[in-house]
C-alpha cells in the first residue's frame, strides 16, 4: 500500500513538473513570436497558422511580474516596451497576450493625477498622454489627454484614437504654436484653437489638421471668432488654408472684413491665393494672385485687384458705384539661368481712376493713393559669345492719371556695340591720344504713341503713332599733360529717321497756337564736339598743437572744357521752319518739337564751360577716438557751374547753379542743397506778372532754390545703451524675461524709439514776379511703450497751406505667439482705422497669414 501511495505521488510530480515545463515553454515561445501550431490531417498536410506577433516584444522594468494563467504581464516604475517602430515609456505597463492589448499610465501622485506621462515614440515622433492603449495586432490605439507636437504645432486632446499611421481622430482638442507651452516653459498657452472634432492626417512630405467648428481662445478667454471649419498645417511644408481677415471702418465706404481669403500650395513651384474685401454699404474687391519660382532659373508672380467701390445712399445726389481694376505681372530671371539671355516684366496696369476709388486699404496706409503715374514695362536682353553686340528688346506703357493720356512704346529695339579702342596697338600699352580714342555706338528703333485710354488699339491711336530710328556714334580720348591735368577731347554724331514732323501756325480766331502732326519720313544730323582740362589741387592747414580744431583740409578739383556745335537752325539744313505768332514776330520753330527721335539744338554753341568742386574737412579733438582726433565733415561737396557762349547773340552767359551736400553730428543729419541764379535782370511791366530777360548783366537774381534735411534719432543719441543685464541681477521669469528688477522691485527694460524727421523748402521763381515755393516737414517713429507695446505713426504736415497732408497712427502688442496691430488714418480724404490679430508662428504663414499681402517691390500692395 505504501509502495502504491509512493507510486502515485511520484507520478503526479511527474505530470505537476511536465506541465510547468510546457507551461514555460508556451509561454517563452509567445514572447518571443515563435508559436506554431501544427494540425496533422488525414492527407497528411501540414498548414501554419499565422504568428499573433510580427516581431520581438521588448520589454524591461523596475518590477516585472508574469500571470501565466491569465497571460498577463505586468511592469512597474520606469516600464518600457518596445514592439517594431514603437517604443512606449512609462510608470506602468501591462500587455494582455491573448487579445493583444498594451495599457499604459503615467505616473499617479497621491492623490491619483497623473504628474508623468506616457511618452509614446513612433517613427522618431512623440506623443504625451496619461493614458495608452495599443492593439499590436490591428496597429490601432486610443490615448486619453494625448500630446502630439509637430514642428511648431502641438495638439492636446481629451481623447485621441489612432486609425493607422497616418490618420488620428480626436475629440475635444485644442491647437496652438505657442512656443513657450511647446517646451513646457508654461502650463497655459497664450492662445489655443479649440474644436471638438480634429482629424490629423500625416502624410509622406507634410501633415495637415482638418476640423470641426472652431473658436479662437486668448489667454483662456473665448472669442467671438468662430469658424465652422478649419484646415491648419501641421508640418514645416507648405499647406493649404484660410487666410485671416482684418476689420475696421473707413468714413466713406463703411466697416469692412478685409484680406479674407485662402492659400493653396501646388506643387513644388506653385502657390495661389484669393483674398476678398467686403463691405457694409455694398463695396467689395477679389484679389487672386498666384506665385511661380523655380530655383536658379527664375521667379514671379500673376495678380489682380478687381471691384467695385460704393458710396453715399442710393437714390441720393452723393450716390456713386465705381468699377476698378489691377493687373500685375512680376517676373524676374535669376543671373546664373542664362547669362547670355534674359527676360524680365514689370506689369502694372490700372483703371484710370484706380487710387481714386480703392478698397484696398494698404494703398492708403502705404500712401500709394497719392500716385499720379503707374508704369510698366518689358525686357528681353540678348547676348553674343563671339559677337560685341548686345540686343535689347523693350516694351512699356505709362498711364497718366492727371493728364488722362497713356504713352505705349512698343516695341522699342536697342543695338549696342562693345565699346572698342579705334588706334589699339597689337601690343604694349596704349599711349597718347591717337591709341587711347574709345568708340561707342548703337542704333535704337522705337514706336511710340500717346493716347487717351478709351484710343488704345483703335484707329485713333494707329493714326498718331510715331517710329523712328535713331543712330549715335561717341568719340573720345585722353591723356596726361604735365603730370598733374587731364586733358580730354569727344565728339558725338547723331543720325535720326522718324515717320512723323511737325508744322505750327498762329490761329487768329482760337487766338491759340496750333501743332498739326504731319505723316511723312524725315530725318536729321547732328553733331558736337567737346575738350577738358582737369585737375585737382590739395591744402591744408595745421594749428597749434593742443588746439581743439587740429587741421583743416580742402579739396578743390576744376575743370574747364570747350563745347561746339553748329547753328541747325539756319535754312541749309532745313530742320527748322518760322511761323508769325500772336503779335506778328517771326518765330522759328523744329519740325521734329515733340518727336521721338528729339530735335536739334538752334543757334550755334562755342562755350567755355567750367565747373569748380570742393570737398572741406577738418580734424578736431576727441576724447572719445581712440587716436584722440576724428574727422569732421564740413563740406562732402559743394560744386559751382556755369558757363559763357561766345557764338550766342544774346545772353552769352548760363545760369550759374550751386549745389552742395554734407552731413553733421556724427553723419545723422543729411544737408542736400542747391542754389540757380540768373546774371541778368529780368523787368516787369506794370500789372504783369511774367518778366522779360534783359541783356542787363550783374543784377544777380535767385531763379531756384532748394534744401532737403533728413536727421534719424534713436535712444542712442542721448548715449550709450545701460547694460541692464550688469545693472540689475534679478530678471522677471516666464512672460517676463524682458524685464529686470531693481531692488525695490521696480521693473526695467530696454526702451526703444526712432525719430527721423525730414524737411524740404523749394522755392522757383524763373520769369515770374513772386515764384511758388513748397515748404514740408514729415515726421515718422516709433515708441517701444513696455518689452510688448509699440506705438509708431507718420504724419505730413505743408506750412504752406498750413494743413495735414497725411497721418497715420498705429499700435501693435506682442502677445507671444501673435500680434494684435491697429492702424488709424485720421485725416485727408480717406479716413480708416485697421484691427487685426494674426498668428506669428512660421508653421502657419501660409495658411492663417497675416502679414501684408503685398508684392516683394516697394509701393505695390496686393
Excluded: C
Excluded at 87 to 116: C, P
Excluded at 466 to 476: A, C, D, E, F, R
Excluded at 593 to 621: C, Q, W
Excluded at 831 to 838: A, L, P, Q
Aim: hydrophobic letters at 35%; a positive charge.
Amino acid at each position: 500500500m505504501s509502495k502504491t501511495g509512493f507510486k502515485n505521488i511520484l507520478q503526479f510530480l511527474i505530470i505537476l513538473i511536465f506541465n510547468s515545463f510546457l507551461a514555460q515553454f508556451s509561454a517563452q515561445n509567445l514572447s518571443e513570436n515563435k508559436i506554431v501550431s501544427d494540425t496533422v490531417r488525414k492527407s497528411d498536410t501540414v498548414v501554419v497558422q499565422k504568428e499573433q506577433l510580427e516581431d520581438v516584444v521588448q520589454s524591461k522594468a523596475e518590477n516585472i511580474r508574469n500571470d501565466i494563467p491569465k497571460k498577463m504581464t505586468y511592469l512597474n516604475q520606469k516600464a518600457q516596451v518596445i514592439y517594431q517602430d514603437m517604443q512606449i515609456d512609462a510608470d506602468y505597463i501591462n500587455i494582455d497576450w491573448e487579445k493583444g492589448f498594451i495599457f499604459a499610465r503615467g505616473k499617479q501622485d497621491s492623490l491619483g493625477k497623473i504628474i508623468e506621462p506616457v511618452v509614446t515614440t513612433q517613427a522618431g515622433k512623440k506623443y504625451e498622454t496619461d493614458e495608452f492603449n495599443y492593439n499590436y495586432r490591428t496597429k490601432q490605439a486610443i490615448a486619453y489627454n494625448a500630446r502630439t507636437e509637430e514642428s511648431e504645432g502641438v495638439i492636446v486632446a481629451q481623447k485621441t484614437k489612432k486609425y493607422n499611421d497616418s490618420v488620428f481622430f480626436m475629440r475635444r482638442g485644442l491647437y496652438t504654436t505657442d512656443e513657450y507651452f511647446i517646451k513646457k516653459k508654461d502650463t497655459l498657452s497664450d492662445y489655443y484653437l479649440l474644436a471638438p472634432h480634429i482629424k490629423l492626417i500625416k502624410g509622406k512630405n507634410k501633415s495637415q489638421v482638418v476640423t470641426g467648428p472652431v473658436q479662437l481662445f486668448i489667454e483662456q478667454v473665448p472669442t467671438p471668432l468662430i469658424m465652422p471649419f478649419a484646415i491648419l498645417p501641421f508640418s514645416d511644408k507648405r499647406s493649404a488654408g484660410i487666410l485671416i481677415p482684418r476689420f475696421g471702418e473707413r468714413q466713406d465706404v463703411g466697416f469692412y472684413l478685409g484680406g479674407l481669403g485662402y492659400y493653396q500650395p501646388i506643387g513644388d513651384h506653385f502657390d495661389i491665393k484669393i483674398l476678398a474685401d467686403i463691405y457694409t454699404k455694398g463695396s467689395w474687391g477679389v484679389r487672386p494672385e498666384l506665385n511661380y519660382v523655380k530655383k536658379y532659373r527664375y521667379s514671379g508672380n500673376f495678380a489682380a485687384d478687381i471691384g467695385t467701390t460704393v458710396r453715399g445712399i442710393k437714390g441720393l445726389d452723393d450716390y456713386s458705384k465705381t468699377g476698378t481694376y489691377r493687373i500685375a505681372w512680376r517676373h524676374t530671371q535669376d543671373t546664373k539661368a542664362n547669362p547670355f539671355l534674359n527676360f524680365s516684366a514689370s506689369v502694372d496696369i490700372v483703371s484710370t481712376k484706380f487710387y481714386n476709388n480703392t478698397i484696398n486699404n494698404n494703398y492708403i496706409f502705404n500712401q500709394n493713393v497719392l500716385n499720379t503715374q503707374q508704369n510698366s514695362s518689358l525686357s528681353l536682353t540678348k547676348r553674343f559669345l563671339t559677337l560685341p553686340i548686345t540686343l535689347t528688346g523693350t516694351a512699356s506703357y505709362s498711364q497718366n492719371f492727371s493728364t488722362g493720356l497713356s504713352d505705349l512704346r512698343l516695341p522699342q529695339l536697342n543695338v549696342s556695340v562693345n565699346q572698342f579702342y579705334l588706334l589699339k596697338p597689337k601690343t604694349g600699352t596704349r599711349e597718347g591720344l591717337l591709341e587711347n580714342i574709345t568708340v561707342n555706338t548703337g542704333l535704337n528703333l522705337t514706336n511710340y504713341v500717346s493716347a487717351k485710354g478709351s484710343e488704345m488699339f483703335k484707329k485713333e491711336m494707329w493714326e498718331k503713332l510715331q517710329t523712328g530710328v535713331k543712330n549715335n556714334i561717341s568719340l573720345g580720348t585722353n591723356t596726361t599733360v604735365a603730370k598733374y591735368f587731364t586733358f580730354s577731347i569727344g565728339a558725338n554724331i547723331d543720325n535720326a529717321l522718324t515717320t512723323k514732323s511737325l508744322t505750327r501756325t498762329y490761329n487768329p480766331i482760337t487766338n491759340l497756337v496750333e501743332d498739326v502732326t504731319v505723316s511723312n519720313v524725315t530725318g536729321y544730323s547732328y553733331f558736337s564736339t567737346n575738350t577738358s582740362l582737369q585737375t585737382t589741387l590739395y591744402g591744408s592747414k595745421q594749428f597749434k598743437k593742443g588746439a581743439m580744431i587740429q587741421a583743416i583740409r580742402h579739396v578743390v578739383t576744376p575743370s574747364f572744357g570747350f563745347s561746339y556745335s553748329p547753328d541747325f537752325s539756319s535754312r541749309g539744313f532745313g530742320y527748322f521752319r518760322n511761323y508769325y505768332d500772336a503779335l506778328g514776330v517771326l518765330t522759328p520753330y523744329s519740325i521734329f518739337d515733340g518727336g521721338i527721335v528729339g530735335s536739334p539744338t538752334s543757334g550755334m554753341v562755342g562755350a567755355l564751360g567750367f565747373s569748380i568742386g570742393n570737398n572741406i574737412e577738418m580734424k578736431v579733438r576727441s576724447k572719445s577716438d581712440s587716436t584722440g582726433v576724428k574727422k569732421v565733415k564740413i563740406f562732402e561737396s559743394l560744386n559751382l557751374t556755369g558757363g559763357y557762349n561766345f557764338a550766342a547773340k544774346d545772353h552769352p552767359w548760363s545760369i550759374f547753379n550751386v549745389r552742395g551736400q554734407t552731413s553733421l553730428f556724427k553723419d545723422k543729419l543729411n544737408i542736400n542743397t542747391s542754389l540757380a541764379v540768373d546774371p541778368y535782370q529780368v523787368l516787369f511791366a506794370p500789372g504783369e506778372d511774367t518778366g522779360i530777360r534783359t541783356e542787363n548783366f550783374g543784377h544777380f537774381n535767385i531763379q531756384g532754390f532748394n534744401v532737403q534735411l533728413s536727421y534719424p534719432l534713436t535712444e542712442a543719441i542721448f548715449g550709450e545703451k545701460e547694460d541692464l543685464s550688469k545693472t540689475y541681477r534679478s530678471k522677471g521669469e516666464i512672460r517676463n524675461e524682458n524685464y529686470y528688477f531693481d531692488d525695490d522691485n521696480y521693473a526695467k527694460f530696454d526702451q526703444a524709439w526712432t525719430l527721423n524727421i525730414n524737411a524740404n523748402y523749394s522755392y522757383t521763381k524763373t520769369l515770374t514776379r513772386f515764384g511758388s515755393q513748397i515748404a514740408s516737414v514729415g515726421l515718422d517713429g516709433s515708441l517701444k511703450l513696455t518689452p510688448f507695446w509699440n506705438i509708431n505713426g507718420s504724419t505730413h504736415y505743408d506750412m504752406v497751406s498750413k494743413e495735414l497732408a497725411y497721418a497715420r497712427i498705429g499700435f501693435s502688442r506682442d502677445q507671444r505667439s501673435f500680434t494684435i496691430n491697429f492702424n488709424w488714418v485720421p485725416f485727408g480724404q480717406y479716413k480708416v482705422y485697421d484691427f487685426f490679430i494674426g498668428i506669428k508662428a512660421n508653421i502657419l504663414k501660409d495658411a492663417l497669414k497675416y502679414q501684408d499681402r503685398s508684392f516683394t517691390q516697394p509701393n505695390a500692395p496686393f
